[in-house]
Structure formats: structure tokens, C-alpha cells
């Protein structure tokens, strides 16, 4: 089981830090991954953690904004998120997969219940 928070109304050039606390086995044996989904758009990758490698990956679109990152001992994944722009508006999934690595949303096992970021100007 997956269950995200942290998300909330921001202002244009603020940060938020998403939560996604797994249940059952370790996070580090799944592939991670952060969604988004804006209204009437499909899934869109946001970043991925290579499961047992930790290794993480950005979408382009994030690249240097947001920060994907976990606690073992709270098997626990985040992402931060700076310089949120309107864009960024959404609501926010975490993912776990047993494939290796994957941006792909089909390819995910396991969804949390999202939560919704809102950018405002």
C-alpha cells in the first residue's frame, strides 16, 4: 500500500515536499516512480528510482527543480519540489513496479490515492 501527502494551494516560486510511506515490503525493492496528472491529461512522468540501485532519474520538464528522494528506516520515498510553477499543477502519484526501470505508467503495479499540488500566481 501506498499513501502520499504533503500536497497543497502554493504561490508561484514556492516548494512543497510530497510524502509516499509504503506498507509491506521495502520500497527499495520496487522501482519508484512520481506521476502527475493534470485535468483532462494523461499520466506524466515526473522522476523514478531504479529499484536496489537508488539510482533516480527527471523528467525534463524538472530537471533541476525537483528532488526525488528516501529513508529506508521509514520506507519512505519524497519529492521536493522547488520553483513550482502553474504547470506544476496536479495531482501527484507515487508507484511501485517490479520492472527494473520504468517511466512507463502501465508498467506499475501499485498506486498510492495521488494528492493535489495547486500552483497559484
Known amino acids: 500500500q501506498l499513501v502520499e501527502s504533503g500536497g497543497g494551494l502554493v504561490q508561484t516560486g514556492t516548494s512543497l515536499r510530497l510524502s509516499c510511506a509504503a506498507s509491506?515490503?521495502?520500497?527499495?525493492?520496487?522501482?519508484m516512480g512520481w506521476f502527475r496528472q493534470a485535468p483532462g491529461k494523461e499520466h506524466e512522468f515526473v522522476a523514478v528510482?531504479?529499484?536496489?540501485?537508488?539510482?533516480?532519474e527527471y523528467a525534463d520538464s524538472v530537471k533541476g527543480r525537483f528532488t526525488m528522494s528516501s529513508d529506508n528506516a521509514k520506507n519512505t520515498v519524497y519529492l521536493d519540489m522547488n520553483g513550482l510553477q502553474s504547470e506544476d499543477t496536479a495531482v501527484y502519484y507515487c508507484?511501485?513496479?517490479?520492472?527494473?526501470?520504468?517511466?512507463?505508467?502501465?508498467?506499475?503495479?501499485?498506486w498510492g490515492q495521488g494528492t493535489q499540488v495547486t500552483v497559484s500566481s
Open positions: 508507484a511501485a513496479s517490479f520492472n527494473q526501470f520504468t517511466i512507463t505508467p502501465d508498467e506499475y503495479s501499485y
Open positions: 509491506g515490503r521495502p520500497f527499495s525493492s520496487y522501482t
Open positions: 528510482r531504479r529499484r536496489f540501485a537508488g539510482t533516480v
